[in-house]
């Protein structure tokens, strides 16, 4: 587990300082050129704010998040790019079945489709709703953020890190959270105390630093804890269960079988020998 | 040409509601087909923010402790030795057998890429309770099947398969029981990692062992409510007697539900209660129509020696389960505002399988020896064909009726 901790907290993460987002959507450019990603037709001032498309899809791994707000008077923006947070332990590579997700050592989550059955568990379990689905299809597979595994394999940044000109800073995860807590101390006024994703769901590979209290910027409450723990707390427990059942009720059974064989062979015995018996007299 | 018209002749001497039964089922298989060449997508209200729709909640969540008769009667009747409940097994077999085999059909569909279900198999993650359950459910389903291969060997009268059936009787019984603990208990653990998005009135830590609990009241409630619709409409042989000792079963089953679920809700919980009155709702009925009512109905003799009001005791007993799965697996899920409506082919597809349940039911309870199977009337040794039995153990020829 330690050992496990000390190898995430070295490998690649995301520092998304929001604070220094201008809202380009270059990141989300950058992902569907690497990514091959198709175009969505969306509209202009489609929901809430200004973001388009109005949510991650099947074509969309990224996108920035807008939300207008309120401060001093003052009209103000503020933006949140949406991603793959890459757990630590994810949810998703825990409940697929098939075990399709896999965390990588150099960070990023990764889905091998050629696995992959459909099942949808992962996004019922993803705290954070990522994993989505080619519902365009009639075979349809998951699709989310890799990561740009493939970049990174090859010593590049991902796609979205390369492309923003001033938010993003890709490096080891421990660096990173050392360097968001050097903002925070140096620049006080200017960032809410808190990183979300260095505890969120046991630990993500992309953490966040922001103005705005998280939860207005629509980011979800999500558990400390590390999300398999919390189904492993019973699976766990299922072998001994197994054993426990099958073997006391193959026990009950062989006593409450051998009490009706006994009371039978009684009565034969008794039946028998007076029958022999009747046969002396 | 023959064969086809001694099967229509056969068809046509049945019943009206048969007829209607098989009419929904075709429409339902159309439906299974349209989704097939249309997609997921298209064919049915799934999207990114439900990704699991009615398919889930009914056909795999729901029906899978509906048909839990199979594996708590048997360890009932056959490792505590209740014989008088042998007569209610068999019919408690098929029901759990057709049960499972639609689940498998339901989860089939429900797969994104059914061709690959055998990937289950070969690529392990025991971390995941989908796997446990689908592990299982291959399993049980192949169990019940053994099981029900009975009646069918008797009545083709296969002796020599039934002889190793009888001596696979108990370890079977036991394997039936084992395994659907493991994946009654396992459908509770699917909605553990659903940490932030289950409301706290059914997130618990205790969620499996209450799936495991209300699995087996439900699965005696059937078989109640089998019973007496069977004994009604099938002109089957009363079995009152019988109904009355599960009814007086089945109170301290939901007696330790409640306990459990108290527990659960008042220490184990955390999050608001009371936050969405549309949850509340839901909860109370829940629990007072579907889990009090029915304790206090089953409590009284008066209700457990009456046909009519026992059966409404279970059959709200069984209400209050399928509205506590879809609380679980559907309603209880918080989502940004969006509403879940199942779509006209997901309906019909559910609706042909329940169908295809009653009507198959009904179709081997009149040729297959289902009900004739009672102890007292039919005789349980083997027909020796050998003549083996007997040459050894001269007069003990029903050496074979205690296995």
């Known amino acids: ?281 | 040409m023959t064969a086809a018209r001694l099967i229509i002749n056969e068809i046509k001497g049945y019943h009206r509601f048969l007829k209607f039964l098989m009419v929904l089922v075709g429409l339902g298989a159309l439906a299974s087909l349209v989704r097939f060449i249309f997609g997921l997508g298209v064919t049915t209200n799934l999207n990114d923010t439900y990704p699991w729709g009615l398919w889930i909640s009914f056909d795999v969540v729901t029906a899978v402790p509906l048909a839990a008769g199979a594996f708590t009667l048997g360890a009932i009747t056959h490792c505590f030795h209740i014989k008088k409940l042998e007569p209610l097994v068999r019919p408690a077999i098929v029901t759990g057998f057709l049960g499972y085999s639609l689940v498998s059909v339901g989860l089939l569909l429900d797969l994104g890429q059914p061709q690959r279900c055998w990937h289950t198999m070969v690529f392990w993650n025991p971390h995941s309770p989908m796997f446990e359950v689908s592990m299982c459910i291959m399993a049980y389903t192949t169990v019940l099947f053994l099981e029900f291969l009975s009646p069918v060997c008797e009545r083709f009268g296969y002796h020599l398969p039934l002889r190793v059936l009888r001596t696979l009787e108990m370890p079977l019984v036991v394997a039936a029981a084992a395994i659907s603990t493991l994946h009654q208990s396992s459908l509770g653990t699917f909605f553990l990692i659903a940490v932030d998005k289950l409301h706290s009135l059914w997130y618990n830590p205790l969620l499996p062992l209450l799936f495991w609990i209300s699995a087996i009241f439900s699965g005696l409630s059937i078989i109640i409510l089998e019973a007496t619709m069977t004994h009604k409409w099938l002109g089957q042989e009363d079995e009152s007697e019988l109904l009355e000792t599960l009814a007086r079963i089945i109170p301290w089953v939901i007696g330790v539900y409640i306990l459990v679920k108290a527990y659960a809700l008042f220490f184990l919980s955390q999050g608001p209660f009371f936050d969405r009155p549309g949850m509340v709702a839901l909860f109370a009925v829940e629990t007072i129509a579907g889990v009090f009512v029915p304790f206090f109905m089953f409590m009284r003799k008066k209700v457990r020696t009456d046909n009519r009001l026992r059966a409404i005791a279970a059959g709200l007993l069984i209400f209050g389960l399928v509205l506590n799965r879809f609380n679980v697996s559907m309603y209880g899920m918080i989502h940004d505002g969006q509403v879940y409506i199942p779509s006209l082919v997901e309906t019909l597809v559910t609706v042909g399988i329940i169908a295809a349940e009653i009507l198959f039911f009904v179709l081997i309870a009149k040729y297959f020896p289902i009900f004739e199977h009672h102890p007292e009337t039919v005789d349980y040794s083997i027909p020796d064909h050998f003549r083996k039995i007997e040459k050894e153990h001269g007069e003990h020829g029903k050496v074979g009726s205690e296995a």
């Open chain 1, 1 to 281: 587990m330690n050992s496990d901790l000390k190898e995430f907290n070295s490998a690649a993460a995301f520092l998304i300082d929001m604070t220094k987002c201008t809202g380009c959507r270059g990141c989300q450019v950058a992902c569907k050129q690497w990514n091959q990603l198709k175009g969505e037709k969306t509209r202009f001032f489609n929901g809430e704010g200004y973001q388009n498309p109005p949510s991650m899809s099947e074509y969309t791994f990224t996108r920035i998040k807008f939300r207008d707000y309120q401060k001093n008077g003052q009209n103000e923006f503020a933006f949140y790019k949406e991603m793959c947070m890459h757990c630590n332990e994810p949810a998703c590579a825990s409940v697929c079945p098939v075990g399709a997700f896999k965390k990588t050592k150099e960070g990023p989550v990764v889905y091998d489709a050629k696995r992959c059955i459909g099942c949808r568990f992962c996004m019922v379990a993803c705290p954070f709703g990522v994993p989505k689905y080619e519902w365009s299809k009639a075979f349809p597979l998951v699709r989310k953020c890799t990561g740009c595994y493939s970049r990174i394999r090859e010593g590049l940044k991902p796609a979205c890190a390369t492309a923003c000109p001033s938010a993003i800073t890709y490096g080891p995860r421990a660096e990173m959270l050392k360097e968001a807590e050097r903002r925070i101390a140096a620049r006080p006024e200017r960032y809410l105390k808190k990183i979300y994703g260095k505890e969120e769901a046991g630990g993500t590979s992309v953490i966040y630093l922001t103005a705005l209290p998280f939860d207005e910027l629509g980011f979800k409450q999500v558990t400390k804890r590390s999300l398999p723990s919390y189904t492993w707390q019973a699976l766990r427990l299922v072998p001994g269960i197994f054993l426990t059942v099958g073997g006391s009720l193959s026990l009950l059974s062989w006593f409450t079988h051998r009490k009706e064989r006994l009371k039978k062979e009684e009565e034969q015995r008794q039946a028998s020998s007076h029958k022999a018996k009747e046969e002396n007299q």
